[in-house]
C-alpha cells in the first residue's frame, strides 16, 4: 500500500477486502438499482457509489465511520478515505 503521508487510514492499511458478492448489500433488500460499487475497508461490506440513486457506501461510512472504502468495480484499482477526502490508486 501507498504511504504518502496524507491519510492514517490508507497509510495503514495491509490487506485489501475484496468484494465477496457483486451486489450492494443494502439495494438488494430494498429492490433499487446501483451503478458502481464499492467495498469498505473496515467491514468488508459491498454498497453503492455516490453515483448510484441511494448512496449506500457514503451513507454507510458516515454512519458507521467505517473510513476507508475500494471501487469493487472490474479494473479499478483504488482506495478513498471519506474523513480525509484521500484517494490513491494500488
Ligand atoms: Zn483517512
Ligand atoms: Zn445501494
Ligand atoms: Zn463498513
Not at 438499482?33 to 457514503?58: F, I
Request: proline residues 6%; glycine residues 6%.
Amino acid at each position: 500500500m501507498p504511504d504518502d503521508g496524507a491519510c492514517a487510514h490508507l497509510s495503514g492499511m495491509s490487506e485489501l477486502k475484496k468484494a465477496k458478492r457483486r451486489e450492494c448489500e443494502e439495494c438488494v433488500k430494498i429492490g433499487a438499482e446501483w451503478v458502481h460499487l464499492r467495498t469498505c475497508q473496515t467491514c468488508g461490506g459491498t454498497r453503492c457509489c455516490d453515483s448510484s440513486p441511494n448512496r449506500h457506501a457514503s451513507k454507510h461510512a458516515r454512519a458507521s465511520s467505517h473510513p476507508v472504502i475500494c471501487s469493487a468495480e472490474p479494473g479499478e484499482r483504488w482506495l478513498y478515505c471519506f474523513p480525509d477526502d484521500a484517494f490513491v490508486e494500488y
